[in-house]
């Protein structure tokens, strides 16, 4: 099959520690956290009281009055972010014909999808407050009918789908999107990612699994400690990270600017745990290798990593060893970060978080770094950026995610 250039000509943001491209951008620069107090129910007897939480967001200004009750905190998210995205890119979504509104599809990533909007539904049933509930509560709560919240915001009626991945949902929707304009399916596509899980059940469960930080409840700001030895779990977060993909002539065609290029997408699965990773890291490391490979640059091509890590000591240390493999003596070499020191771990939405870094800190010139690596873990001894942002050129760079049920995703990015 003949191929096509994909670009990202429009990006929108809302972070726990910045809401906006520019405030995001910002924020990772100056390695600033947006990680506090839950505020958005009372964490009282929780384990873990802090979370990484988008701050400001008016739901108002995104969802009717008569709708706010009936949808999730993701759907304003999504909308405000998504936004941003089109007007980056100076499409005008209110001025579009019937046939390009049929031209726009959207892919969606997403973990947790609506399980804020069950959650409060279900303590309405068993409280006995059920005529207060909404009667939308089942297709709300459907994980599917998220992008359906976008495209009729939008009007949008191409293709709307929803990859729910674990972890490697957003990353894995900016890979399907990519391939379908690549592969010319589809010419123009609104994809990225949303999670609004902090929400008291998530963090009960979390809890449970012990893999949530719980030793630095004092200093939220502290808490995410990806790569260092006295990290002791990931932080919840939440947000929104939306992208405007098209293909790269048309693009070009009507002036657009371009962020950079997608240029390859790789995917795979342990088959190993719920929960747990392949002590291996050989499934993460051939996600990346294919990735690479489908974009046709050898590993030492790749200026910076994006890293999934999410501050647990199993991921860290298999993230680095999945590395290893995948680019072997270059490795060394290159400097890669995670945002999630800044944010928390936003869940399905953690991809796009990562994209929309990447590509920012391209425009910009400069590495996002890992804050709060005061101790690195021997077995963590590559490149993360530690706690200051330096100056950098990227030509290249490889965005990665592992998630729940040993699935693996990858994208390479490139500027144009």
């Known amino acids: 099959m003949s191929s096509r250039g994909v670009a990202i000509t429009g990006i929108g943001c809302l972070s726990p520690n910045g809401n906006g491209r520019e405030e995001y951008a910002r924020a990772l620069k100056e390695g600033r956290s947006g990680v506090g107090r839950v505020s958005l129910f009372d964490p009282e007897g929780l384990p873990v009281t802090i979370a990484g939480e988008v701050k400001g967001l008016d739901i108002a200004s995104w969802v009717g009055a008569k709708d706010i009750r009936h949808v999730s905190r993701a759907v304003p998210m999504a909308i405000a972010a998504a936004s941003e995205a089109f007007d980056d890119a100076g499409i005008d979504t209110g001025a579009l014909t019937l046939s390009e509104r049929r031209a726009i599809g959207v892919v ?55 990859l729910s991945t674990g972890c490697a949902s957003s990353t894995d929707a900016l890979g399907q999107a990519f391939r379908a304009i690549k592969f010319g399916t589809g010419d123009v596509f609104l994809a990225g990612g949303v999670d609004a899980t902090v929400v008291r059940g998530i963090m009960e469960g979390f809890a449970m699994m012990r893999i949530v930080s719980t030793a630095r409840e004092g200093d939220p700001p502290r808490a995410s400690r990806p790569f260092s030895s006295d990290r002791d779990g990931f932080v919840l977060g939440e947000g929104s990270w939306m992208f405007v993909l098209e293909e790269l002539d048309r693009a070009r065609a009507r002036g657009a600017r371009v962020y950079g290029e997608i240029r390859g997408y790789g995917a795979t699965c342990d088959a190993h745990h719920r929960v747990r990773l392949d002590e291996s890291g050989e499934e993460p490391a051939r996600a990346m290798t294919l ?113 729940f049920g040993s699935k693996n995703s990858a994208l390479v990015l490139s500027r144009s």
Do not use: W
Request: net charge negative.
């Open 108 to 162: 969606l990533g997403t973990g947790g999808g609506g399980i804020e909007f069950s959650e409060r539904m279900y303590h309405l049933y068993y409280t006995n407050q059920i005529k207060k509930a909404s009667v939308y509560s089942i297709p709300s709560g459907t994980i599917g009918t998220l992008s359906s919240e976008l495209s009729m915001h939008f009007g949008l009626r191409g293709l709307s789908h929803v």
């Open 291 to 403: 990735a690479l490979e489908e974009a046709g640059l050898p590993p030492e091509a790749i200026d910076y990593l994006a890293y999934h890590g999410t501050s647990t000591e199993l991921n860290d240390r298999v993230e680095t060893r999945a590395v290893r493999l995948a680019f072997g003596r270059a490795a060394e070499k290159i400097p890669g970060s995670s945002v999630k020191s800044m944010i928390g771990h936003p869940q399905g939405a953690c991809g796009s978080a990562g994209v929309a870094a990447t590509l920012l800190a391209m425009r910009d010139g400069f590495l996002p770094p890992t804050i709060n690596l005061d101790h690195p873990d021997p077995e963590c001894d590559l490149d993360y950026v530690a706690n200051d942002s330096r100056p950098g050129s990227v030509q290249h760079a490889l965005c990665n995610c592992i998630g």
